[in-house]
């Protein structure tokens, strides 16, 4: 079992930034790959962004993509995302997800792919 926590929520005005951490313990050097999810009041878990340990490829959800980076200093066991830019629909619980093994046609942008998850953290971005 992998568990992971996530740290840095919080509020800031729209064109702020903030950064997000997730830290995995447990069984973490069984995952092979960690990413970022949000899901905002009423509305679906949406993907955010993604690295794999394989090869380091890194990807990012459409709504994201130029303002926020993920990355890692330990693989496997810690991955960030830091956001920049942060409009007011960037609120929602961030949820870090690990994936536990390879498998053929995984798509590392569908949540259905993820084995663990943390329990989110909330940003809120004012406007």
């Known amino acids: 079992q992998v568990l992971l926590v996530e740290s840095g929520g919080g509020l800031v005005q729209a064109g702020g930034s903030l950064r997000l951490s997730c830290a995995a313990s447990?069984?973490?050097?069984?995952?092979?790959?960690m990413g970022w999810f949000r899901q905002a009041p009423g509305k679906e878990r949406e993907f955010v962004s993604a690295?794999?340990?394989?090869?380091?490829?890194?990807y990012y959800g459409d709504s994201v993509k130029g303002r926020f980076t993920i990355s890692s200093e330990n693989a496997k066991i810690t991955v960030s995302l830091q956001m920049n830019s942060l409009k007011p629909e960037d609120t929602a619980v961030y949820y870090c997800?690990?994936?536990?093994?390879?498998?053929?046609?995984?798509?590392?942008?569908?949540?259905?792919?993820?084995?663990?998850w943390g329990k989110g953290t909330l940003v809120t971005v004012s406007s």
């Open positions: 997800a690990a994936v536990a093994y390879l498998a053929a046609g995984m798509d590392l942008r569908d949540r259905l792919d993820y084995d663990y």
């Open positions: 447990g069984r973490a050097v069984t995952n092979v790959a």
């Open positions: 690295i794999s340990w394989r090869d380091g490829s890194t």
